[in-house]
């Protein structure tokens, strides 16, 4: 039998708050605190066994960016989950900039899907919503697959220049752009008509170019450089066609 995980729920409404408590009850989390506060959460602090903290949040303003700097800082370990009304992409980017493990859009989860993301959240991946990368796109959460490190020592991508852009081939701006969309490796060799093993040797050498640590990095970073869109720069050595999506796109063969 899996154990239990701890989680603290933090939720201002008190209804709200009941009915996340038996969607969670008889799962493999275990609310061993509710808050309806940051001020609340803060004055103690999760215990150290504390697996989760789940905060529901109507968006991300100074209270809620302090309170994940505070678990974080203190917590390292435990996995902050954001789950909030706002999917906009000013959001998302403020939650993941504080450190926030997963962002998702209470509007548009049902409770089966809120248990599924948060497996796979406490796997080590991510979940996000998709419209906040492809805002013309249906309302979904995008999967974020549990994380591909970067080379230690690797930064954090930093705002680059237009004409600094790092060298990115057709196929590998294919791939960034899949990965802004939330699409998985699965679903990209697919599209691709390429292996997966194939796929995640383009992602790791997307990552180490772009300087990101992690597929929600490289997502948040093409959704700033505007890759996909058709005024993303081409590169000289860029060959094959450019769709609609003004993604370029080669050969299928590797």
Known sequence: MKRAM????????R???????R??????????????????FLA????????????CVEAIDRATADLILSVRASFPATRLVILAESDAAADVNAAFAAGANA?????????????KSLELIMLKGSVVPATAFTPASPRRPAVIEPEIAAPPGAAAAPEEAADHL???????TRILAALK????NKLIARQLEISEATVKVHVKAVLRKIRARNRTQAAIWAM???????????????????RDSGVASLPTAS
């Open 6 to 13: 701890p989680t603290i729920l933090l939720e201002p409404n």
């Open 15 to 21: 209804l709200h708050q009941e009915g996340l408590r």
């Open 23 to 40: 969607i969670l009850s008889g799962t493999n989390f275990r609310i061993v605190r509710a808050v309806a506060s940051h001020e609340e």
């Open 44 to 55: 103690d602090g999760p215990p150290m066994e504390v697996d989760l903290v789940l905060a």
């Open 103 to 115: 962002y998702l859009c209470r509007r548009d989860i049902t409770a089966e899907m809120l248990i």
């Open 166 to 172: 790092p060298h990115l081939s057709a196929r590998e």
């Open 181 to 184: 969309c939330g699409d998985s």
């Open 224 to 242: 700033t450089h505007a890759v996909g869109d058709a005024g993303y720069p081409a590169h000289s050595n860029v060959t094959g066609t450019v």
